[in-house]
């Protein structure tokens, strides 16, 4: 008895080999009908037994195609209807227009075994590509995926592509960016001042290498936007670099050619590797060892990230030369986004690079190289983007609205939910600039035109000021209906929904900055939540941002704010200093400095009071300070001091006997080194102390970690040793960060959960 099937699955399933793989199956099991794209995904018409169907579907969850991620696959009923063939028809556009696509992945092995094969058609192809791997993501325009709705549209397959693209049973039957060397993208490299060099593969290839060797900086066209390549051993190079950046601290990433080039200078463990190679190839923080490139790349600084090529075009950079390491920077000007435009390299690029390396197709949607670390044999997110960017979160709960949940205005996502998907942005970064606030307007309309998503619901932080807080007033007045979300709530309520928990935790949210609902400066939070709701239960004592939220770079001014927290008026050291007169001056009269409790600014504060550093140039600088003098320090077996606290509504740790502590330390003339490791021990200990008070009182288990001041390893490690002996239920984030990255997430969470109780 025949039975007749309509079979949908919904997931990544478009741009990834999907139809052919189904296809070769129905032939495989004896099925008769049809497959297609649609809007919604992959639809299938399957008629055969009711054992023959059971396998076809069967294998469709067991083994699909490698890019491939299946939501679900449902399956209706029909009448027969004795098809006598198994087709593949042309997509069509249904009503609901939304469908899931796929990040850019790096080049799959049969793809590189063609490319270094000199008899192959596509032998040292720089952009060959196949249904298995590729640019994805950055060159989608519009959907539904195809050839015309992409970069790739300008070029016109030749007939051998062509046939490839057409035949069911080839790896490259409907890969939208196929093409060679006959009819695909070129390379061709420039002098900055836009004088042409090479258009030949190989010949930009050499010159590339040869100029690289000789110290010059390039600006190499990448899968999500420039990157900034020099010799990572020429410390000349190097420090031109810096200069030509204005990037005095802020640590450049590195690309090696292999794993074993890596080992010679960086650890690298198992689930470290692993990463490396991962498809997605990401950037890895590994620790150094033996470590004999340029200082210049990460002045006093252990750890280093690096990536192993993941293009055609970096794989023939290293394939004759296998020693070489280059730093792979992001190709920007200071803060501003990723420059992913030709024209945009030539006119901002110029001034930093010496050469610059193009191809013609363009980028449409721009990605930075996303970012990862690994604690303890746990990967943990610091950027999440190309490669991982668009994949879906797949929610426990479902929305019938469309949700924007706008983020925060630093290392920024925004995210969008409909039904019970949450698709995240890639990284934008801070928003502190014109040109990152248009980048984020532009990449908000490209989102709602990839995903057929028309916001009903718009959430945002708290901040009154931040540019993501005004962009959704915007929308508000537009007519939508605006959610606002406490920041340290929307942490921890990522790793809520990022760990699909259900019900409270005890969250620890510590951070650099966040809007509280008191309107002070937020940071140091110990909260019980859930995804509706939050109570703060514990926090640091506030101190004085002298200068406020601008003047944070300035952390020497936050280490009188903690002296004068402490001693008052007669603060030690530097009683004459006019320029400490006039902070404690400005604290006094209450000019301009809001209070806070960001554990975040007492790490700054201390590592100033410690003479680490007096002003920084990027975010954290004078927390990584701390954390490398730490490393090189021990507790000499005193035991950890514990914060002594209040206890009133809340539980306040008084900041000001952590600072009379560690000024007490440094009178009496202990090490930095020493200094640095027992404030992060003091401030794990105190931390653990206060979480099993938590517990007691509230009888939670379950805690939940999130916040920038966790990607301190010395902290994040010390932290979770102590809840671990405590035997607490330890969640932290699994595919966002702990830093801003989440908060577009937790933005969702809680709104979606406050909409379902509405
Ligand atoms: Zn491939
Ligand atoms: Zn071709
Ligand atoms: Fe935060």
Not at 69 to 94: A, C, G, R, V
Not at 186 to 211: E, M, P, Q
Not at 379 to 402: L, N
Not at 407 to 435: E, M, V, Y
């Amino acid at each position: 008895m025949k039975k007749n099937y309509k079979i949908r699955v919904k997931g990544i399933v478009q741009g990834v080999g999907f139809r052919p793989f189904i296809y070769r199956i129905a032939h495989e099991f004896n099925i008769k009908g049809s497959v297609k794209n649609d809007t919604e995904g992959v639809l299938i018409f399957a008629e055969g037994t009711q054992v023959q169907i059971d396998n076809f579907i069967n294998k469709i969850k067991n083994t699909p195609p490698p890019l491939s991620s299946i939501q679900s696959i449902t399956k209706i009923k029909l009448n027969p209807m004795e098809y006598d063939t198994f087709n593949i028809n042309k997509s069509n556009i249904t009503e609901s227009r939304f469908t899931f696509l796929p990040p850019d992945t790096t080049v799959c092995d049969k793809c590189l075994g063609e490319f270094i094969d000199g008899n192959d058609r596509r032998f040292h192809y720089p952009f060959i590509n196949c249904t298995d791997c590729g640019p994805r993501f950055s060159i989608i325009n519009d959907i539904p995926y195809d050839r015309k709705k992409t970069s790739m549209d300008r070029f016109v397959m030749c007939s051998p592509c062509q046939k490839e693209y057409e035949d069911h049973l080839n790896r490259r039957f409907h890969s939208q960016p196929n093409a060679c060397q006959k009819c695909g993208p070129y390379l061709s490299l420039f002098s900055s001042n836009g004088r042409l060099i090479a258009d030949k593969t190989s010949t930009v290839i050499s010159s590339v290498v040869d100029l690289l060797l000789t110290g010059k900086i390039i600006a190499i066209k990448g899968i999500g936007g420039f990157l900034l390549a020099t010799d990572a051993t020429n410390d000349m190079a190097v420090k031109e670099l810096r200069r030509r950046k204005a990037r005095p601290f802020k640590p450049f990433a590195l690309m090696a050619g292999t794993i074993k080039r890596i080992r010679m200078f960086l650890n690298v463990s198992p689930l470290e590797e692993e990463l490396l190679l991962s498809k997605e190839r990401p950037i890895v923080i590994l620790k150094e060892k033996k470590f004999n490139l340029s200082r210049g790349i990460a002045p006093s600084i252990t750890s280093h990230g690096i990536m192993l090529p993941y293009t055609p075009f970096l794989h023939l950079l290293f394939s004759g030369n296998s020693n070489m390491v280059l730093i792979m920077t992001s190709g920007n000007i200071a803060d501003e986004p990723i420059i992913y435009r030709d024209d945009d390299a030539f006119k901002y690029l110029s001034n930093i690079a010496d050469y610059i390396a193009i191809y013609n197709r363009d980028i449409i949607a721009q990605s930075d190289d996303s970012v990862l670390f690994v604690e303890d044999k746990t990967p943990y997110f610091i950027r999440r983007s190309r490669g991982y960017v668009p994949v879906p979160f797949y929610s426990t709960t479902t929305t019938k609205q469309h949700i924007l949940a706008t983020g925060g205005d630093l290392k920024n996502t925004f995210a969008l939910a409909r039904d019970n998907i949450i698709i995240l942005s890639q990284h934008l970064g801070d928003l502190a600039s014109p040109s990152t606030n248009d980048l984020y307007r532009k990449m908000i309309e490209h989102f709602k035109k990839i995903y057929d998503f028309s916001p009903e619901i718009v959430v945002s932080d708290l901040h009154p000021a931040y540019f993501t807080t005004l962009f959704a007033d915007e929308l508000k007045e537009n007519g939508l209906k605006k959610i606002s979300v406490q920041h340290h709530h929307a942490h921890i309520a990522s790793v809520i929904e990022d760990n699909q928990l259900d019900g409270k935790v005890i969250g620890l949210a510590f951070d650099g900055t966040g809007y509280g609902v008191d309107g002070t400066l937020w940071g140091s939070e110990f909260i019980i939540a859930d995804k509706k709701e939050f109570k703060r239960i514990a926090h640091f004592s506030d101190f004085h941002l002298p200068g406020g939220e601008k003047a944070i770079k300035d952390v020497w001014k936050i280490a009188i704010s903690l002296l004068y927290d402490c001693y008052g008026s007669s603060i030690p050291l530097i009683n004459n200093d006019p320029q400490v007169k006039f902070i404690v001056e400005i604290i006094k009269k209450k000019i301009n400095s809001p209070l806070t409790c960001s554990i975040g600014r007492i790490f700054d504060g201390i590592s100033s009071l410690l003479g680490l550093s007096e002003t920084i140039s990027t975010e954290a600088e004078a927390a990584i300070l701390l954390e490398e003098t730490a490393l090189k320090g021990n507790s000499n077996n005193i035991k950890p001091f514990l914060i002594p606290f209040n206890r009133g509504d809340t539980i306040i740790l008084q900041t000001k006997s952590l600072t009379r502590y560690i000024y007490n330390l440094i009178k009496n003339g202990k090490s930095r080194e020493d200094i640095a490791y027992i404030f992060h021990q003091s401030i794990a200990s105190s931390t653990i102390n206060i979480t099993k008070i938590i517990r007691d009182e509230y009888g939670i288990n379950r805690i939940a970690l999130s916040g920038g001041v966790f990607q301190n390893r010395l902290l994040l490690n010390l932290i979770i040793k102590g809840l671990t002996s405590e035997k607490f239920d330890i969640y932290t984030p699994l595919k966002v960060p702990f830093n801003d990255g989440c908060i577009s997430l937790g933005q969702l969470a809680i709104s979606k959960e406050l909409l379902r109780n509405e």
